[in-house]
């Protein structure tokens, strides 16, 4: 079974303050990605990284960066936190289903909660 | 754009069927899913439909896939107050992205 851990599943910081948010899978894929929930607004990408040392912008990359140094591994970080940063942050991870692109199957972490106080 | 749509809420009562419907816009569309989340969880995959099938059925669940109208559905047979989650459709465009919808929370009355 496909496994991604995420470090914190609760974390609380303050206005101001650098966050990192490290995710881990271990079947080896290719494709990493950041997603953070809020109600009513479903899943939306922040930023994906497709090998290592390569990422790609999402759709609200804005306040957030990310690094993938080695393959199991994807940080992403927010430079600054900001009150508006508050939300529930999903790492996920995939491979291919039949080896055609743009059938990977996402497998996701528990989650992370952020609060920015 | 791309996108997915769903309503937010269902209820149901335990023993009934569930229905979650949802809508997509790129007919591109290689593979569409259904994901479950329960509470203080991540995403877990449920099902999925290849985008030349028109039904899959695995155990209590049925996906039903209807191409021209952009309309993927998911039934739950005999719904249980377990299957009570939020329940997201997604859409593979081709390249490495996926397109979720807002979720709909599924609420079982015992």
Redesign the interface.
């Known amino acids: 079974d496909v496994k ?1 851990t995420q470090s914190s ?1 609760y974390l609380v910081k303050r206005t101001g303050e650098k966050v990192f948010l490290e995710c881990v899978q271990d079947m080896d894929h290719e ?1 990493m990605f950041w ?1 953070r929930q809020d109600p ?4 939306r ?1 922040i930023y ?1 990284s ?1 090998d290592v040392k390569m990422k ?1 912008k ?1 759709d609200i990359p804005e306040g957030y960066s990310v690094s993938r140094e080695k393959k199991e591994r994807f940080s992403l970080i927010l430079e600054s936190a900001s009150t508006n940063q508050t939300s529930m942050y ?1 790492c ?1 991870s ?1 491979r291919p ?1 039949t080896g ?12 992370t909660r952020l609060t920015v106080l | 754009g791309e996108d997915v749509e769903q309503s ?1 809420f269902l209820s149901v009562r335990e023993g009934d069927s569930s229905v979650i419907n949802c809508t997509y816009t790129d007919s591109s569309s ?2 569409l ?1 259904w ?1 479950k989340q329960e509470p ?6 449920l099902t ?1 439909i290849f985008s030349n099938m028109d039904m899959k059925q695995d155990q209590r669940l049925t996906v039903l896939l209807n191409k021209k109208d952009k309309h993927l559905s998911l039934r739950i047979a005999d719904t249980q107050t377990g299957d009570s989650a939020i329940y ?1 459709c997604a859409e ?7 397109i ?4 709909t929370r599924l609420f079982v009355k015992a």
């Open positions: 991604v599943r494709n997603y009513g607004l479903g899943l990408l994906f497709y790609e999402g999903l996920a995939s289903l055609a692109p743009g059938t990977d199957t996402q497998y996701f972490g528990p989650g | 937010l290689t593979y899913y994901y203080g969880a991540g995403l877990q995959l999925y997201f593979s465009t081709g390249g490495f992205k996926t979720f919808g807002a979720g």
